[in-house]
Nanobody, 126 residues
Framework: QVQLVESGGGLVQAGGSLRLSCAAS????????MGWFRQAPGKEREFVAT????????YYADSVKGRFTISRDNAKNVAYLQMNSLKPEDTAVYYC???????????????????WGQGTQVTVSS
């Protein structure tokens, strides 16, 4: 079992920044691929970013590339999502997710993640 707890969401004006954190427990953190997804009202949950177990490989959705940065601290068991230049269309509930499969290349596919946090709301006002 892996427990994930997100924090750092909130209300921000367009152009602003937020940093989300995801604290993990229950398994050796360096053995987990971490991902961030988001779900806006009335829409399906969509991929945002993922990072490999060592942190050496990252992938981003085209919509956030160049604005968001995913990172991790394996010593602290925490994954981060730094969000800059936020836009109203970034408004959503953001979820962190854990993939415990021993894959070298992180996956961007939602169904391949095994554990999910409860989500944190991010609202970007225009």
């Amino acid at each position: 079992q892996v427990q994930l707890v997100e924090s750092g969401g909130g209300l921000v004006q367009a152009g602003g920044s937020l940093r989300l954190s995801c604290a993990a427990s229950g398994r050796t953190f360096s053995s987990i691929t971490m991902g961030w997804f988001r779900q806006a009202p009335g829409k399906e949950r969509e991929f945002v970013a993922t990072i490999s177990r060592s942190g050496g490989i990252t992938y981003y959705a085209d919509s956030v590339k160049g604005r968001f940065t995913i990172s991790r601290d394996n010593a602290k068991n925490v994954a981060y999502l730094q969000m800059n230049s936020l836009k109203p269309e970034d408004t959503a509930v953001y979820y962190c997710a854990a993939d415990i499969t021993s894959r070298i290349v992180p996956t961007t596919t939602r169904r391949e993640y095994d554990y999910w946090g409860q989500g944190t709301q991010v609202t970007v006002s225009s």
